[in-house]
């Protein structure tokens, strides 16, 4: 099986290894797969036509995406602090 992530230039590129972060290409906010906020997103149908997946957090931030405040709220403070 093949699986689309992205990088850290926002290029899409084939993985045999799943995402372990999700995000949101309009929001430019990634998190864990199973973050709350995200799952009702989801569920609402508002959220899979913008859905990306990273390979981990350095990658996700490489690409300019900020942690989420819900699923990651450490990571989002110190992202805050150094915004």
Do not use: Q
Request: proline share 7%; hydrophobic share 35%.
């Amino acid at each position: 099986m093949t699986f689309t992530l992205l990088g850290p230039d926002e290029k899409p590129y084939p993985s045999t290894v799943p995402g372990t972060l999700g995000g949101n290409r309009r929001l430019r906010i990634y998190g864990r797969l199973d973050c709350p906020s995200a799952l009702r997103a989801l569920a609402r149908g508002h959220y899979s036509s913008h859905r990306v997946f990273f390979a981990d957090e350095a990658t996700a931030r490489a690409a300019g995406y900020r942690p989420c405040s819900v699923c990651m709220h450490a990571a989002y403070l110190d992202w805050k602090a150094g915004a």
